[in-house]
C-alpha cells in the first residue's frame, strides 16, 4: 500500500521504493510495443503503431522511429510528448559533440547524457518523471553496433535483443529464447516480426500496424533506413507473418 508515498516524486517509501517512477514505468506497459535486436551486421528496430480510429489520417512521417544523428537512431515506447522533447534533446546533444569534436558522439555517451536528463526529473520536487521508454541503436568506432535501452528511472542498459511496451514480458521472454549470436540482420527482422506477431493485441498484422527501421553498414558509412510500407508488407507475406492480399476478380 502506497500510503502516500506515491504524492512526490521526492519521498522514499519504507521499502525504498519510488512509487511515482514505478507508475511512470507502467504507463509505459500501456503503449504500443518496441521491438530492438542487434545483429552481427546492424541494429533492426521494429515497433507497433496504435491506430486508434479509422478516421485518423496516418502521418507521412514516422511515430515510433527518430533519427538522432547520423550513426544514432531511437524507437520509442510511452507518452510521445515526453519523447519529443527527450529527442530534441538528444539531437542538440550530438550536434554541439559534433561541433566540439569533429567526430560523431559515441552512442553510450549521447545515451547517458539523456538519462542524466530523466534521472534529474526523478530527484527534484515539483518535476514528473518522462513516460517514455527508448530503445537506442547506433554505430560507433569504439564498440561498432550497440543497443541500449533506458527506462523513466534514467536507468539504462546495453542489450543484445530487448522489448518495450505492451507484452514486453513475453516478448523478451521469446527473445531469450530464439536470439543467436551470429544473427545476421535478415534474420533480426524476420524475429523481430514474428515476436511482434505473437505478443502484440491485434490479431492481424498488417504494415499500417507497424514500423521497421535499420541502422546498417553502407559503403563504409552508417546509414538509417526505415522500411516503407509496400517493402514492410512484403516482408510479412515472405516470412509468414500475415497472408498476402487476395487478389481482386
Given at each position: ?5 506515491d ?17 511512470a ?29 479509422k ?13 538522432i544523428d ?20 538528444a ?20 545515451v ?9 526529473y ?20 569504439n ?5 541500449y535501452?533506458s ?12 522489448a ?15 536470439y ?40 563504409g ?10 517493402a ?15 487478389e481482386?476478380?
Amino acid at each position: 500500500m502506497s500510503r502516500r508515498y506515491d504524492s512526490r516524486t521526492t519521498i522514499f517509501s519504507p521499502e525504498g521504493r519510488l512509487y511515482q517512477v514505478e507508475y511512470a514505468m507502467e504507463a509505459i506497459g500501456n503503449a504500443g510495443s518496441a521491438i530492438g535486436i542487434l545483429s552481427k551486421d546492424g541494429v533492426v528496430l521494429v515497433g507497433e503503431k496504435k491506430v486508434t480510429s479509422k478516421l485518423l489520417q496516418t502521418s507521412t512521417s514516422t511515430e515510433k522511429m527518430y533519427k538522432i544523428d547520423d550513426h544514432v537512431a531511437c524507437a520509442v515506447a510511452g507518452i510521445m510528448s515526453d519523447a519529443n522533447i527527450l529527442i530534441n534533446t538528444a539531437r542538440v546533444q550530438a550536434q554541439r559533440y559534433t561541433f566540439s569534436y569533429q567526430e560523431p558522439m559515441p552512442v553510450e555517451q549521447l545515451v547517458q547524457s539523456l538519462c542524466d536528463t530523466k534521472q534529474g526529473y526523478t530527484q527534484f520536487g515539483g518535476l514528473r518523471p518522462f513516460g517514455v521508454s527508448f530503445l537506442f541503436a547506433g554505430w560507433d568506432k569504439n564498440y561498432g553496433f550497440q543497443l541500449y535501452m533506458s527506462d523513466p528511472s534514467g536507468n539504462y542498459g546495453g542489450w543484445k535483443a530487448a522489448a518495450v511496451g505492451a507484452n514486453n514480458q513475453a516478448a523478451q521472454s521469446m527473445l531469450k529464447q530464439d536470439y543467436k549470436d551470429d544473427i545476421t540482420r535478415e534474420e533480426a527482422v524476420q524475429l523481430a516480426l514474428k515476436v511482434l506477431s505473437k505478443t502484440m493485441d491485434s490479431t492481424s498484422l498488417t504494415s499500417e500496424k507497424l514500423e521497421l527501421a535499420e541502422v546498417f553498414m553502407a559503403s563504409g558509412k552508417v546509414k538509417y533506413q526505415v522500411c516503407s510500407p509496400e517493402a514492410l508488407g512484403k516482408l510479412l507475406v515472405k516470412y509468414g507473418v500475415t497472408q498476402p492480399p487476395a487478389e481482386a476478380s
